[in-house]
């Protein structure tokens, strides 16, 4: 029979100084869950670790082999030992959570951290009936809006794949925020609920996802909690939670590439972080060592088309209400104090001159978070 | 000794367990508490797949009463019909209930719940999740527990019930984290501990802990239990697990073989085939197997032939059969049949309740598939064990928050807790000339074939003294594992020798119901008797560790007993 060295981080923080690693030979057969049965079965009776329904339901059983986060039910060993070419399989806890013992998490501290997120309904009585008897319609297109979220089991490989967490201590995780998601999209629940819900996702480290997209691959169902994240903080935006950095960094972003087709690296300091004077430094800065800054870019060719363009994009993602039409009014302005004539004109100038404004599209569609 | 104290306690966490400490958190000030031997959401509840039965208020030409009677006819009339009338009239709205606090059932294009046809209901009227009913409402019930800020006891494991012999005070349990054994006092306690299944080790569909500890620790405590004999096998489960494959399999159009590639459904239900109700079509699989025609080197299995539906229907139909054929089978579909066999799936049989969920110790409760109501009767409906579960977590709730809102302090007394813990000792210092990975295989495979899916009286007697036997042998099952924290080495051995307790008491009635009744299938005695077995089983352990069998009148109402005919 073909085997495999599994090389098993133990661990009892009450006998063992240090934890260490123990190596088990096992068949290659059926699942990793299976080879970890095998050792306790057969080699090893005194190895911990969580299993329960064996079939990719319950959550219980994620861990890492050799660094990559795994379902022990769901990953068949002839896999790892074809990925692996034969090396031993490291067989560790996931990350981010105490080791109680061997490869058993505490996972007390996300659920707690979930909890703060109110991921639960919210029952809108103008919505869900009180009656217990009657009935509440939900169309079936409705619930497109939640149908991968919903299948989050908590199994808290997401948690140990995240930067995120490895980074901020308060930050949630990515699977609270698609468990608070999913109710943001409900029908059913109460407004006063969704504005709670972003506001303690903004101060639970809503603006700390640095968007690696790891959760999402990692997640074993399908979830999609980086994609939801960015949802949050979409609405976080349209419901006017614009203080923190990054909320006002994606406010910069889009009403500067909305007014002038540019970001604007001399502002961005002061818009987003209050620092008033970063614009003056970096402006000398830029002087004295010759290159050319413009304190607004200038407008280009097309302007006015691509601003049509670019607010059909913001549409169809639903983000158009993140304009801010006071900000770009103001950034007009600038732009038409500094070159003497208002925007239109300039454009048009531009167009004279012939400059080519191609390009700027598809660049724009870049800074959109790649969609 | 750390003492704990509580009005109420809920011993597990799944579906009953869940709607139960919901219910009882939103009725009552009293202190409850949930203890769990897994964290809530990985109860087996949420590997439940087909849906709920309920009669809604848009399901048009269908009735409770119907409801009632098919419940009562599926169960080969040993059901207790006051009990099945109380859970199909509380259908609809516990069903509501549940989609009002989140749970996203599958709807109609006018946004009402969708209901779909189910084994041996004559309307449709299971309401379903897409295929992840039981998941969806773990999760949601989960969810809104966090919401009402149920106390939760994550890990802990029930160690005994501690009753004065006419009510309840409290029951010890072990800190799976921690280490420790802990007397829990309490005015009640509502036992939700969920199934036995796990009996059949080697050939089930239910997940690695559904050793019955809740039913077993009844036992030892005195408590009577129901119908014991009782176990439901579904027709397909794979071969080498008991994996659960789809009754959607079937429904799909694959074909069940035998080693001469022959239909024998064929044989057996010439017209609906391999769509028999599941107890038919365990029954002929295992038919074939032990007449020889079974597959296999060992022909120990039966193919189920998914091949002629090509790979595009099976992906999008059936992704997951395909992707748990591949996983734990080693074959794809696509390209060759399935090795399947049937599976113990369900106990029928469990702690002796009545129709409010009481037993006879007050203060005690039980609900989901570890009591006997009974609702279910020889044999259960599709569909209904999530409903039992619901109504019966709600009911027991109501009945404990009544119960303990009056009821004195108790005072339950150390001995017992000192006791456990010595236990737990000793097994920690046995000899270890067994092992609990041994003994419950071979428990497993003596189930399996003395009281699988067909029974017969010599090879069950033989069956019995193989369990007495093993059951002397666990005497000496040691617990390596000496540590305090997180010692699944000890959990272990505790499971084993729950199902070493509970396989008597499936044994002894199963010798003594010489009829065949719902899945209780016996070859020397392939009639029903209304005559002399329509009543209940009722098993005691006594102080000595013998069993005593009795029997109980079923309740009847409204449908006088009449042939099983689909
Ligand atoms: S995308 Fe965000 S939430 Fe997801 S793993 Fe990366 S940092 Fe964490
Ligand atoms: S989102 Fe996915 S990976 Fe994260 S806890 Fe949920 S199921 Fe696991
Ligand atoms: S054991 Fe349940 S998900 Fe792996």
Request: glycine share 8%; net charge neutral; with cysteine.
């Amino acid at each position: 029979m073909e085997t495999a060295v599994l090389q098993v981080f133990r661990y009892d923080p009450e006998k063992d100084q240090a934890p260490y690693y123990k190596e088990y030979e096992v068949p290659v057969e059926g699942t990793l869950l299976n080879a970890l049965l095998y050792i306790k079965d057969n080699l090893d009776p005194t190895l911990a670790f969580r299993a329960f329904c064996r079939s990719e339901v319950c959550g219980s059983c994620s861990m890492k082999v050799n660094g990559k986060t795994k379902l022990a039910c769901k990953t068949p060993m002839k896999e790892l030992v074809e990925t692996w070419k034969g090396k031993p399989l490291r067989i560790e806890p996931l990350n981010h959570m105490k080791v109680i013992k061997d490869l058993v998490v505490d996972i007390d501290k996300p659920i707690e951290k979930m909890k703060t997120l109110i991921p639960w309904l919210v029952p809108d009585p103008r919505v869900v009936p009180t009656d217990p008897m009657h009935e509440s319609i939900i169309y079936p297109e409705e619930m497109e809006a939640y149908k991968d979220q919903i299948h989050c089991m908590l199994c808290f490989s997401c948690y140990s794949a995240c930067e995120a967490v490895a980074d901020n201590e308060r930050y949630r995780g990515p699977f609270a925020f698609s468990k608070a998601y999913r109710f943001q999209v409900d029908r059913r629940d109460i407004e006063t609920a969704k504005e709670k819900r972003i506001r303690y996702a903004i101060s639970g480290g809503l603006w700390s996802c640095v968007q690696c997209q790891k959760c999402l691959y990692v997640c074993p169902k399908g979830v999609k909690p980086a994609e939801d994240i960015q949802n949050l903080r979409g609405q976080a935006v349209k419901k006017g939670f614009t203080d923190k950095p990054g909320a006002k960094k994606l406010k910069h972003f889009v009403d500067w590439i909305y007014a002038t087709g540019q970001i604007n690296r001399l502002y961005l300091p002061e818009e987003v972080y209050g620092n008033k004077e970063a614009r003056e430094k970096l402006t000398k800065a830029y002087t004295e060592m010759g290159v050319e800054v413009w304190e607004v870019p200038k407008p280009t060719k097309g302007l006015m088309k691509f601003r049509d363009i670019y607010l059909e994009i913001l549409s169809k993602e639903d983000k158009a209400l993140d304009l801010d039409y006071s900000h770009v009014r103001k950034i007009d302005k600038m732009v038409s104090d500094i070159f003497k004539a208002d925007i239109c004109t300039i454009v048009d100038k531009a167009h004279e001159e012939g400059r080519s404004s191609r390009g700027l599209i598809s660049k724009l569609k870049g800074l959109l978070g790649g969609q | 000794m750390v003492e704990l104290d509580y009005d109420i306690v809920i011993v597990g966490g799944g579906g009953a367990g869940l709607y139960a400490a919901l219910w009882a958190a939103e009725n009552t000030i009293l202190k409850v508490a949930v203890m769990t031997k897994v964290y809530p959401t990985r109860s087996h509840t949420g590997a439940a797949e087909g849906g709920i039965n309920a009669v809604l208020t848009h399901s048009v030409g269908d009735s409770p009463e119907a409801h009632a009677y098919d419940t009562v006819k599926g169960s080969d009339f040993l059901a207790d019909q006051d009990a099945v009338d109380i859970m199909c009239k509380m259908g609809a709205a516990v069903i509501y209930d549940i989609a009002h606090r989140g749970v996203p059932f599958s709807r109609r294009p006018d946004g009402r719940i969708a209901q779909r046809p189910f084994g041996g209901a004559s309307f449709p009227r299971t309401c379903y999740a897409a295929d992840k009913t039981g998941f969806y409402i773990l999760q949601t019930l989960y969810e809104q527990c966090l919401k009402n800020n149920v106390t939760f006891l994550n890990e802990w494991f029930l160690l005994s019930i501690i009753h004065n012999g006419e009510k309840v005070e409290g029951i010890t349990a072990w800190d799976i984290r921690n280490g420790g054994v802990h007397l829990i006092k309490t005015k009640a306690v509502i036992l939700a501990t969920g199934g036995h299944a796990r009996v059949y080790w080697n050939r089930t569909s239910n997940a690695l802990g559904n050793t019955g500890d809740g039913t077993a620790a009844a036992l030892r405590a005195g408590l009577p239990l129901k119908d014991m004999e009782f176990i439901q096998f579904h027709p397909t489960g794979l071969a080498k697990t008991g994996i659960l494959v789809t009754e959607g399999a079937r429904g799909e159009g694959g074909y069940l073989r035998n080693k001469d590639g022959e239909r024998f459904m064929k044989r057996y239900a010439p017209e609906k085939m391999e769509l028999a109700p599941r107890d038919i079509v365990a029954r002929a699989i295992q038919t074939e197997i032990d007449e020889g025609r079974g597959c296999g080197p060992n022909g120990d299995y039966i193919c189920l032939d998914l091949t002629h539906l090509g790979e595009e229907k099976i992906n999008e139909r059936l992704p997951q059969t395909r992707e748990h054929a591949i996983l734990y089978e080693g074959v794809d579909p696509v390209k060759e049949p399935i090795p399947i066999a049937p599976t113990a799936h369900y106990s029928m049989g469990g702690i002796d309740a009545d129709k409010f969920g009481r037993t006879p110790i007050k203060g005690l409760y039980a609900a989901g598939e570890c009591a006997c109501i009974s609702v279910h009767g020889a044999n259960r409906l599709g569909g209904n064990s999530l409903l039992d579960v619901l109504v019966y977590g709600r009911l027991t709730a109501l009945e404990a928050v009544k119960y303990a809102d009056e009821a004195p302090e108790t005072n339950p007394s150390v001995a017992k807790a000192k006791d456990d813990e010595k236990r737990i000792l000793e097994l920690m210092e046995a000899d270890g000339k067994e092992k609990v990975a041994d003994l419950r295989r071979e428990l497993g495979n003596v189930m399996m074939k003395h009281f699988g899916v067909f029974r017969e009286e010599k090879s069950m007697k033989e069956g019995l003294e193989k369990i007495m036997e093993i059951k002397e042998r666990a005497k000496h099952v040691k617990v390596y594992d000496t540590s305090k924290k997180f010692n699944t080495d000890l959990i272990t051995a505790l499971e084993f020798l729950n199902l070493v307790d509970l396989a008597p008491a499936i044994a002894v009635p199963a010798i003594e119901r010489k009829e065949s009744r719902g899945a209780h299938a016996r070859k020397d005695y392939p009639k029903r008797d209304d005559k002399n077995f329509l009543k209940h089983s009722v098993i005691k352990r006594k102080e000595d560790g013998t069993y005593e069998l009795s029997w109980k009148p079923v309740t009847i109402t409204k449908f006088p007993p009449e042939e099983r005919k689909y």
